[in-house]
């Protein structure tokens, strides 16, 4: 069964066509970064205008990649939430228009869904039950995950997640845009410890995060005198290293917990390499695991989309027939997925 991802929430277009048998065929991803930059966030009716210009040929690509057509498609999954609402019709009503051309299924998945699931198209794939760690965005989120469609909510941050803190930080501390990236980029020069800043709810005794309170510190320290640049990377590096510390030790809290051993960390904060290398020596010291996502499936893309709809379908979970009706969900809590 070939399905073919629409992926559309945000500022990237991802378009992706899923195997059940062979794997992945083919994948393309559209960022629209360099729109967004000029104004140091996503505009979301730019967004939304993106998408409209860019499916149709990242289709065409993906297709080509794949040596497929329109024809050998059996279904179509697409991103209905949670997302910037414009940019989740756009999506939508391509991919409910297309399966309505071609006859097939089209199925509404879950955005963070799709990130969750997103480490099993590795080949050494992690196995049910698992400890996920959702960092995609405004989410930070810890679940426990039975199998495909069975999601416990742990632990999830109470106001800024690890995402907006690191973009907040980035902006206070003058980057561009997109700031988490740019921000890690700049902790790698610099030196943590000579700022001190707090770890937010590291004891807290439960599962749940906070970030809005760094970034208030961050605020605090830039503003005691002007920063140069020795200063905005030793304190770029402290910042990393309090969310990075704090993420590390909830999830092993939580794999304690509930007795396993393998962590799934997915969403585009997972691709910091120095969170990556926390999170492998705290569950190396308690017998564990972390599986990741391949680099360029962290971010939003078509390809989590097209195998989250592919597993889906697989355990009978076949869509009804919208008659061209559909809706979208900006505001989806995953733990209310059904």
């Known amino acids: 069964m070939k399905v073919l991802g629409i ?10 066509l899923y195997d059940t048998e062979r794997g992945l065929l083919g994948h393309a991803v559209h960022t629209q970064v360099a729109m967004h930059e000029a104004y140091g966030g996503v505009v979301p009716e730019l967004a939304s205008r993106d998408h409209i210009r860019r499916l149709i040929p990242l289709l065409e690509r993906v297709l080509d990649e794949a040596r497929c057509t329109r024809r050998d498609i059996d279904a179509i999954a697409y991103t209905a939430g949670p997302g910037l609402a414009g940019a989740l019709l756009v999506g939508a009503s391509f991919a409910e228009s297309l399966a309505m051309a071609l006859g097939v299924p089209a199925l509404p998945v879950h955005h963070l869904e799709g990130h969750l699931l997103s480490p099993l198209l590795a080949d050494d794939a992690p196995a049910f039950p698992f400890i996920a760690l959702l960092v995609s965005g405004g989410h930070t989120q810890l679940m426990r995950v039975t199998r495909v469609g069975a999601y416990q909510l742990l ?4 106001d800024d997640a690890a995402g907006e ?17 740019a921000l890690a ?5 610099g030196t943590p410890g000579r700022y001190k800043l707090p770890r937010p709810m590291l004891n807290s005794g439960d599962l749940s995060f906070s970030f809005s309170g760094l970034k208030t510190a961050v605020l605090t320290a830039s503003r005691v005198r002007e920063l ?11 910042f990393q290293e309090a969310v990075t510390e704090v993420l590390a030790a909830k999830a092993v809290a939580a794999c304690r917990q509930h007795r396993l051993s393998a962590l799934v960390v997915a969403g585009g904060v997972g691709a910091n390499r120095r ?3 926390r999170m492998d020596e705290a569950m190396a ?15 939003d893309n078509g390809a989590m989309i097209a195998f989250c709809g592919a597993q889906r379908l697989l355990q009978g979970d076949a869509p009804a027939s919208t008659q061209g009706a559909f809706v979208v969900r900006p505001r989806w809590p995953l733990d209310q997925l059904s």
């Open 7 to 16: 992926e559309s929430s945000c500022d990237e277009t991802g378009v992706a």
């Open 155 to 158: 632990g999830e941050s109470l």
């Open 165 to 181: 803190a690191f973009d907040k930080t980035a902006k206070l501390l003058g980057l561009g845009y997109p700031g988490g990236p």
């Open 185 to 189: 980029a700049l902790a790698d020069s």
């Open 228 to 238: 140069s640049a020795t200063d905005k990377a030793d304190l770029a590096a402290e």
């Open 275 to 277: 969170l990556r290398q």
């Open 285 to 299: 010291k308690i017998g564990g695991r972390v599986f990741y996502p391949e680099l360029d499936l962290c971010t």
